[in-house]
C-alpha cells in the first residue's frame, strides 16, 4: 500500500480522516495489549532496559505531545507539565530526561492517570486533524507517521518487557492464558541457499519506497562475495545440541567479551529456559511450557549466536547478505497479529529462505553503524537513531511480538551484543 505522506501532497479532509483511523487503531492496539495486565504488573521495572509497562503507554502518548501538539496546535495545554521530563526517554535537545533505570520507582502517576493522559493527547490528536493548518500539514503527516510507527516500536517492546516483568516472578504467571496454540509440525530437512557474488544495492529509497527510518538509508552499493544462507533460523532443538556438547564451557568457542559475560552471569542456556527432570522447559508469555525442539530457538545474546555459528563450522550473516536474501521475498510470517506471541515451528518449505519475517529477530554479524550518506532527521527528532551508532549489533527480519506493518526487509534493529530479554535468534551463513 504507498504511503499516507504521498496521499498528502494538498491538505484534504478525506486524508486527515483517513490518519486519525490509523492513529486510533494503533493507539488502540497498545492498549489491547495492555489490557491483561493487573494493576501491580503496570509499575515493575525488573532490569535497567526494562521499562514498566505504564511508562510504555505515557511515553508513546508524550511523543505526539512533544513533537505534534506543541509545535502545531498553539491552543493545545498539557494536561500536566511534568509529564514532559518524567516521560521524555533520551531526547537531550528536548529537555533533561528523567533516569531510565528509576523509571519503577515512579508509583505517581497512577495507571488512571497515565490513561487519562492519553485520552488527553488523543482528544487534541483529533482536533488537530480534523483542521490541520494547511503551511504545515506536510510536516504534521511526516511526524504522525513517524509517532505511530514509534509506538509500533514501542508495543513489541510491551510484550519483551512485560514477560519480563513476568519472568521473575517464580509461580511463573502467565500474562495470557488463551494465546493460539502453535501446530506442531514435521521437522523439515536443514539445506543451504546459494547466492552468487556480485555488486548488490541496500538500503531503503525514501523516494519510492514509503516510510522507513532515517537509519535505512542512503540506498547504496556493496560488493558481495558468494555466500550460502541456512534456509532455515536455528531451532531449539540444535541449539540444545550445542548445549549438551559443552558449548557454554568452551572458551575457544565464544568472543572474549562474550566469555566474560557466561563467567559473570552464569549462562549456561537461553534465557528463560530452566531444567525441570529430564527435559527442558522456558517461560513464555502463555506460562512454563515445554521447550518445542522444533521451533527457532529464541532469547539468545549476539554472544551466543556467535558462539553457535562458530561451532558448527559457520558464521553469522551480515546484514547486507541477509537483506540479499530478503528482498523479493513476501514478508508473511509469525507476527504479533497472529497471537502465538512464541516463535513457532515452520510452516512450510519453498525455493527461497523459510520464516526470514517473524518468529525472531535474527542476529547479522553486522555492527550498527551509519550507511553511506546518512543524515540524521533535523532537529531533536535526529536523536531517534543515529546516537546509538556504537557498541551495538544489527538484527533483521521481525519476530513473534513485531505488528505485521511494521517491518521492511531495510528495517534494521539493533540491541547491544550482550542483550537476550528481546525474541533474538539467528540464522546461519558461509563462503559458497
Known amino acids: 500500500m504507498p504511503p499516507f505522506a504521498q496521499q498528502l501532497e494538498t491538505p484534504d479532509s478525506l486524508h486527515t480522516k483517513e490518519w486519525m483511523r490509523r492513529y486510533q487503531r494503533i493507539r488502540q492496539a497498545s492498549e489491547t495489549l495492555c489490557a491483561p495486565l493487573c494493576t501491580e504488573d503496570f509499575v515493575i521495572q525488573s532490569m535497567d532496559d526494562v521499562s514498566p509497562p505504564k511508562w510504555h503507554l505515557a511515553h508513546v502518548t508524550w511523543f505526539f505531545e512533544a513533537f505534534v501538539l506543541s509545535p502545531f496546535l498553539p491552543r493545545y495545554r498539557p494536561l500536566d507539565p ?37 485520552a488527553h493527547v488523543d482528544a487534541a490528536m483529533a482536533e488537530l486533524l480534523a483542521s490541520p493548518p494547511a503551511e504545515h500539514v506536510a510536516e504534521i503527516v511526516r511526524r504522525v507517521e513517524l509517532g505511530l510507527h514509534h509506538e509500533q516500536q514501542h508495543q513489541e517492546l510491551l510484550l519483551m518487557d512485560i514477560k519480563h516483568i513476568l519472568a521473575q516472578n517464580p509461580l511463573c504467571p502467565a500474562y495470557r492464558d488463551d494465546l493460539a496454540a502453535p501446530v506442531v509440525r514435521t521437522p523439515a530437512e536443514s539445506d543451504w541457499l546459494e547466492y552468487a557474488a556480485g555488486i548488490r544495492v541496500i538500503g531503503h529509497d525514501m523516494a519510492s519506497e514509503g516510510f522507513a527510518y532515517d537509519n535505512e538509508s542512503s540506498r547504496h552499493r556493496q560488493f558481495l562475495e558468494a555466500f550460502q544462507l541456512a534456509k532455515y533460523p536455528v531451532t531449539n532443538g540444535e541449539y540444545l545440541a550445542f548445549m549438551e556438547e559443552g558449548g557454554y564451557e568452551r572458551p575457544e568457542l565464544w568472543l572474549s567479551d562474550g566469555w566474560q559475560q557466561v563467567g559473570r552471569e552464569g549462562w549456561n542456556a537461553p534465557l528463560y529456559w530452566v531444567k525441570r527432570g529430564d527435559g527442558w522447559y522456558h517461560f513464555t508469555l502463555g506460562g512454563l511450557r515445554p521447550v518445542d525442539p522444533h521451533a527457532p530457538v529464541a532469547h539468545v545474546s549476539f554472544f551466543e549466536a556467535d558462539a553457535y555459528a562458530r561451532w558448527a563450522g559457520a558464521r553469522l550473516p551480515s546484514e547486507a547478505e541477509w537483506e540479499t536474501a530478503a528482498r523479493g521475498m513476501v514478508m508473511t510470517g509469525n507476527f504479533v497479529e497472529a497471537d502465538f506471541l512464541q516463535p513457532t515451528a515452520a510452516a512450510g518449505t519453498g525455493d527461497g529462505p523459510v520464516q526470514l519475517f517473524g518468529d525472531v529477530w535474527e542476529w547479522t554479524g553486522s555492527a550498527y553503524r551509519p550507511y553511506p550518506g546518512f543524515r540524521p532527521l533535523p532537529g531533536t527528532l535526529g536523536e531517534y537513531n543515529g546516537k546509538f551508532m556504537s557498541g551495538q549489533m544489527v538484527l533483521r527480519g521481525g519476530c513473534c511480538a513485531t505488528p505485521a506493518g511494521h517491518i521492511r526487509p531495510t528495517y534494521r534493529n539493533f540491541f547491544p551484543p550482550h542483550a537476550r530479554w528481546a525474541f533474538s535468534g539467528l540464522r546461519l551463513a558461509r563462503e559458497a
Open 82 to 118: 511534568a509529564y514532559d521530563f518524567l516521560f521524555n526517554s533520551y531526547y537531550e535537545t528536548h529537555g533533561v530526561p528523567f533516569p531510565r533505570p528509576c523509571r519503577g520507582t515512579l508509583s505517581r502517576p497512577v495507571v488512571a492517570d497515565i490513561y487519562r493522559f492519553r
